[in-house]
DNA sequence: AACGTCATCGCAATCGTTTGCGTTAAGAAA
DNA sequence: TTTCTTAACGCAAACGATTGCGATGACGTT
């Protein structure tokens, strides 16, 4: 029915008192007699009053808000680490809001900005695959906005981190396929100017050597989505000494190759073992059910937003904690047992 | 380094100038001298001026947010739709608050709550399952807040709708079965106080009857996940007469029952066909691919907040359009050919 | 009667920005 | 010299809510 909103002057004009009074008779002020209390807020409720969080904002310079920058969200594990932030920033009485990057670097710099106008009050980010540049983060920091790095994490900053161990969890994917019975294992890295893309390969590498196999280039080949497996595969098979053994960074990508390898009649796991990386939903309902490395990002989220909340109410705490997430390795069909 | 963030009141100081001068400056207003013009813009760039949305927020009374009620992100065609709703929402300026209600009606109240406090331009919801009374959302009508339901939508509002034919969806899906020589087809429905519910329910009658068979009421069962599904198949496939056919409500649920089935050495398609709905990232991954309905989700929030976005810039319009997105039927490997 | 006490309330400033209107001084026109 | 114009800027109110401080009046106290 109303124009627009109702506010703590129209309460105030139509009881005849002043806006002050209002005020504090809705925060049960000692000032002010019950009678005075009854009749504000008896039209209050009838009026549909709610204070305006703009005006508070603006006055207490909290916005109750914090901001979320994200590759993409139509992705399983980006979205858990959404619910997981939602989740928890719900609790503390937080909004959220969402900016995703679609892994464009200039989109990410316009959603800081945007971010550093509304006053968020603290910032998650996870950069996106075309991020080389970190001025606009620096910039949030700069302007005393907390900052927490999660999974895609940048260097160079003091800020909060909540990562997973990626090279324990690519080092234990790996010895699980050489113990397995695997003598030629190819890994499809994620971009190495990712610190992920790094560190996955780094546990790959390390996991070879330490279970007696030689690191080969050549069994290296970088892709990370459905696509790029099927070029992958079709580079790997034709190898001299084709792997028999398969380690994706990303579950789509072991999708994809596991695809493109039945396509060609190889039989999984038994001539070529292919194990994924982050467990999303869908890594249960493929043929033969997809290995994988559990990520958690629900937790992630949880976990990264907590440490924001904390940064925000403390603000001159000493800065820099890196959180690591537990993995764990879901062992399932595409992968040979013992 | 700086303590909070540089206002034009700084950049006024500074200068020796007023704050309206310098206002005035930096939107190159005719009234301003060039020189001054040029100092303030130069100090601006240098103090990393941004100007408060906050408080842009509350003079204007325009908070260039749209908030979105979604039961939960970690869905594929849920996160679909956000994206969609970001895309379209960030060419146009506007940012995004995302509120989940995980089904519960209680927190789908808080959220309506939150986003009244929070002064959303507008508001687009797809209700929870456990929702039947819609006060909370009525309040927000009635605040002047242009309203637009997606997918799930509630009865009794004059709110734009942008929804799907569930009932031309089911009807068409279950007509395939039918084709394809299914003679006993079951139903797995989701709960019958969504619209959506009701309605793929009666395109899947409608089919039957046009399709010359029996609508036996022992076929329908209530399903909407993967673990109700088991049920659904322990009860339907000890019927005196089990069907070779199946229609979902939703593709985790077919899945479901793909895996029960198979559990139980029924083969699909040749036993029984099974026909999903949503064609999620994943009905891709399926043994075999799921046949399935595109929901298509990205194109649904586009056009929902196309929708939104023209009632906001036009709040007088006549309220109410229903804008129906196209499905489409793809067919996989879990149904039969011919 | 004069003063102090206390309950109850209003004034006005504030947050950061915008904007209508008034002000100032310099130069032009008379 | 006087008046008018105009360029260039400042004042102050406004958005909605909060809050320190002051104001008012009804009492009770000496």
Known sequence: MKGSQVTIKDIARELGISASTVSRALKDHPDISVETKRMVNDLAKKLRYKPNAV??????????????????????????????VEDVAYDAGYNVMIFQSNEKYEREVTNAQALLANRTEGVMVSVSKETHNFEHLHMLEDSNIPLVFFDRIATGFTSDKVVIDDHKAAYTAT??????????????????????????????????????????????????????????????MHLPEPPDGLFANNDLTAIGAMKALQRREYRIPEDVSVMGFSAGRFSDFTTPKLSSVDQHGYEMGAEATRILLERIANPDYSYGETKVIDTNLVIRESTRTL
């Open 175 to 236: 010895q699980h396929l050489i113990k397995t019975g695997c003598k030629r294992i190819a890994h499809l890295a994620a971009p190495q100017n990712l610190a992920i893309g790094e560190k996955r390969l780094e546990g790959y590498k390390d996991a070879l050597r330490d279970g007696g196999l030689p690191y080969k280039e050549e069994y290296v080949y970088p892709a990370d989505s459905v696509e790029l497996a099927e070029n992958a595969i079709e580079y790997l």
């Open 55 to 84: 005006a508070l904002s603006l006055k207490s310079s909290r916005t109750n808000t914090i901001g979320v920058i994200i590759p993409e969200i139509v992705h399983y594990f980006f979205s858990s680490v959404i619910s997981g």
